[in-house]
């Protein structure tokens, strides 16, 4: 059954009135099936849907005095008819055309690719960033913005997270046998992810730093790939001495990056806090804990199959997809929580996914094999 969402008259601000495709009012619908363990939308869930107002800010200084008067700029280029969420899903479309690309020709993430392949990174990541922002600005010239809008873009948001971490990797020539590889993926990209959606579900609003992933991360993303475009991947492999400690260029990239990310995800968890005591809701902050179980147990998982089988060494696209689509479907939950006003489950069936992962690289080392029980290809289609 279809729901659309309709606007009470021209004023944006009355919320939006659940229309059923059948005609039903939603007092009608006391059945409602039940899809990964979750039901479809109780009345009171959509009525705290039609009710939510997107707020944010974001304080980035090269995103206030450069990228945004950029993106007001190019907004008169986009047809007014076109839909925000089209716009949305071209952007990722761009990134995937890369991730494609960089599943043939680097599929081990060691391997160097022809020129043209980073620079077409580029231009797809280029892309979605400027069609990320002139999606919510569609919406708001044309007067179709929705929550079922900030959910579809918060879900491009959460794919483009391993997509282009996958990319980045590729691109830097980190390989499948190095933790680099996967630690940029989890630990940068989809540790942030996580911090800055939690966040929002518990204050309310997204509010992005001076420095932020959305505006300087993907620019600092880009310039690598241009690098890697005009000079080759391989000068990432150049070795780089500090001290005693030896590193490589690609390697270094992850240890920069790495304590912004947590610094990052450390002022979430914050600003959270700080809220919580300002609103006098302590709760909060034993509900912040709680709701990041879900994430410590994905991160659990993925590191134990990651670390007790060849899974990623030798399929490391097909292992990324396979735990970025459960992270995708942990963050839908989380926003879908946050639009309806209700709790963020700690326990999911689709984590039973990513559980037997690692319980069957696990259960492999008994038995000598650091395949697992299971062939690891098969168990990760």
């Not at 005693?244 to 947590?262: A, K, N």
Request: include cysteine; proline fraction near 5%; charged fraction near 15%.
């Amino acid at each position: 059954m279809d729901v659309v969402m309709q606007r009470n008259g021209s004023n944006p601000d009355v919320g939006a009135l659940p229309v059923f495709s059948n005609g039903a009012s939603p007092g009608s619908l006391e059945k409602r099936p039940y899809f990964w363990g979750k039901k479809y939308f109780s009345d009171l869930e959509i009525e705290e849907l039609c009710n939510y107002r997107n707020h944010g800010t974001d304080n980035s200084l090269t995103y206030k005095y450069i990228l945004s008067p950029t993106y007001d700029m190019l907004l008169p280029l986009v047809p007014t008819w076109m839909a925000p969420n089209t716009i949305t899903l071209i952007g990722l479309v761009s990134v995937l055309i890369g991730n494609l690309l960089t599943a043939v020709y680097v599929p081990t993430l060691q391997e160097e690719a022809p020129r043209w392949v980073y620079l077409l990174l580029w231009i797809g990541l280029a892309s979605y960033r400027v069609l990320d922002n002139l999606d919510g600005r569609q919406a708001r010239r044309t007067g179709s913005s929705s929550p079922l809008g900030h959910l579809f873009d918060h879900g491009c948001d959460t794919l483009n997270v391993f997509l282009s971490g996958l990319n980045c990797t590729a691109a830097l020539k980190l390989g499948s046998k190095s933790f680099y590889s996967l630690g940029l993926v989890w630990l940068v990209a989809m540790g942030q992810f996580f911090g800055a959606t939690l966040e929002e579900f518990f204050n309310g609003a997204l509010n992005l730093g001076y420095i932020n992933g959305p505006s300087e991360g993907i620019l600092l993303i880009e310039a690598m790939y241009l690098a890697s475009f005009l000079f080759g991947p391989s000068i990432w492999e150049a070795p780089l001495s500090i001290g005693t400690w030896q590193i490589r260029r690609g390697e270094l990239f992850f240890w920069v990056l790495l304590p912004i990310s947590t610094l990052t995800v450390l002022a979430n968890y914050v600003s959270i806090w700080k809220k919580a005591i300002a609103d006098n809701k302590r709760r909060d902050i034993l509900d912040s804990l709680r709701a990041s179980i879900p994430f410590l147990l994905f991160s659990f998982c993925l590191v134990t199959w990651q670390q007790t089988s060849t899974a990623y060494e030798k399929h490391p696209h097909l292992f990324l997809w396979c735990t970025g689509i459960n992270f995708f479907y942990l963050i839908s939950r989380l926003i879908v929580a946050h639009l309806t006003n209700t709790k963020f489950p700690t326990v999911m069936g689709v984590q039973l996914v990513m559980a037997i992962g690692a319980a069957n690289a696990v259960a492999g080392i008994f038995v000598g094999s650091k395949d697992g029980l299971l062939d690891q290809y098969v168990l990760l289609w």
